[in-house]
């Protein structure tokens, strides 16, 4: 349980980028329509002979007053960053915090990958002409510094590396940050894993990135939880969550989206990709313990769901052993794909919009599900008056975390 004297904690701004829409409402607009923007993937260096499949984002709109120089020597993971905090910041209206008492945890680790691949074949055989910046950008904490210095953040900045459950983490660890009262504002980033070819085919023989036999149809081929699923599909998103102590935002006059009110992180102790059901079981119980909720008390699970063959199998059986097979359950992959780093962070987001909404938007491709006496949204979005939330993900690693939200009603 967490502790009678810490306060508790809350989400008061939000920030998305994703294939299917950039900002809150475009982004809720297509969860509930089930858009989804799959497509053999087109972006430089995402290719090499190949044709792998994923969700790219058409678009980036940056906050105006950039200086030109500034976004071109950005990363397009940094463009991302910056275009999705500037939403979270004036969501949660940060102007007017002290910039000493904001911090920023960026979740995710080898997020400018593509970046890297690029520079390595435009300068190759001409090491000597490199830009000067490679020797900052080839480190995570390059996306800190960049974010720090266009908003002035000057708490605490540090990156969180979970593999998938990167963005989930960061949103614990910033919790974590508030309640000890290192800062009075923490903004968790679910940054953008801009991988290239060698990652795409790195995973794809690993057998965890969903095959090419879907290229001719490829808004079939995400399709998680349904019997011929065979992998994750790629997609490119981002999300940033504002979290500070209730009290501190009810002075500033903001009302919070919600109130996160538990999470768990467990390990697996093992090295390889393979899902473990103990330690998915274990971050689930941490978490409910730590909310003080009851399984019943759970109305909506918003599942890590990639569309693995073995891990929404064993994601399945870990709700079953937890008591929460009797909540309403969707898979927000199946829209936006698998965002890697920033998809915790992400589905978190989605999860207070559709608890706004009072609506749940649809899963796609869930023709065939693998257990269907679980309480599936499938094709169409239906109405759900979402009271407290669970939220999981899961990383190469060993990793698991889960997170609850219950609805504010101050």
């Known amino acids: 349980m967490r502790s009678s004297g810490e306060p508790e904690a809350a989400i008061t701004g939000v920030g998305v980028t994703s294939a299917i829409g950039q900002t809150r409402d475009a982004f809720a607009r297509a969860l509930l329509r089930g858009e989804s923007a799959f497509g053999v993937m087109q972006r430089p260096g995402r290719q090499k002979g ?6 790219e984002i058409a678009s980036l709109q940056v906050p105006e007053g950039m200086a030109p120089q500034t976004l071109r020597k950005a990363s397009f993971s940094a463009r991302v960053a910056l275009a999705t905090l500037h939403e979270a910041w004036r ?3 940060l102007d007017d915090v002290d910039p000493r008492r904001i911090g920023l945890i960026v979740g995710g680790s080898n997020v400018q990958q ?3 691949v690029l520079a390595h074949e435009e300068y190759a055989g001409r090491a000597d002409f490199l830009r000067p910046t490679y020797g900052v950008s080839f480190m995570d904490t390059d996306l800190c510094g960049f974010c720090t210095e266009q908003f002035g953040i000057r708490g605490l900045a540090y990156t969180a590396g979970g593999a998938s459950a990167s963005g989930q983490l960061a949103i614990i660890q910033a919790i974590q940050a508030v309640q000890a009262g290192h800062v009075d504002v923490c903004i968790a980033l679910g940054a953008l894993m801009d991988i290239s070819f060698w990652e795409c085919q790195g995973l794809a023989s690993l057998g965890a990135m969903g095959s090419e036999r879907h290229a001719a149809a490829p808004e079939r081929a995400c399709r998680p939880f349904d019997r011929a699923r065979d992998g994750f599909i790629y997609g490119e998103c981002c999300g940033a969550v504002v979290v500070e102590a209730l009290p501190r935002a009810a002075r500033r006059g903001v009302r919070p989206y919600a109130w996160l009110s538990g999470w768990g992180i467990a390990m697996d102790a093992n090295r390889n990709p393979d899902p473990s059901l103990d330690g998915e079981v274990e971050a689930i119980r941490r978490a409910l313990r730590c909310a003080g909720c009851a399984p019943a008390d759970i109305d909506y699970v918003n599942p890590h769901g990639t569309g693995s063959v073995v891990g929404d199998e064993t994601e399945l059986e870990a709700l079953r052993a937890c008591g929460l097979s009797h909540a309403r359950l969707n898979a927000t992959k199946s829209l ?18 559709q608890m706004q909404e009072g609506r749940l938007h649809p899963s796609r491709n869930l023709d065939d599900p693998i257990d269907p006496s679980f309480n599936w949204v499938r094709g169409e979005a239906v109405a759900h008056t979402m009271k407290t939330a669970l939220t999981l993900s899961m990383g190469f690693g060993g990793i698991n975390t889960a997170l609850c939200l219950r609805k504010y009603s101050g």
């Open 91 to 93: 969501d949660a209206r």
């Open 50 to 55: 190949t044709a792998f499949l994923g969700a």
């Open 336 to 353: 936006v794909g698998h965002g890697l780093s920033a998809a915790g962070a992400v589905e978190v987001i989605a999860t207070l919009l």
């Open 114 to 116: 593509r970046d890297l």
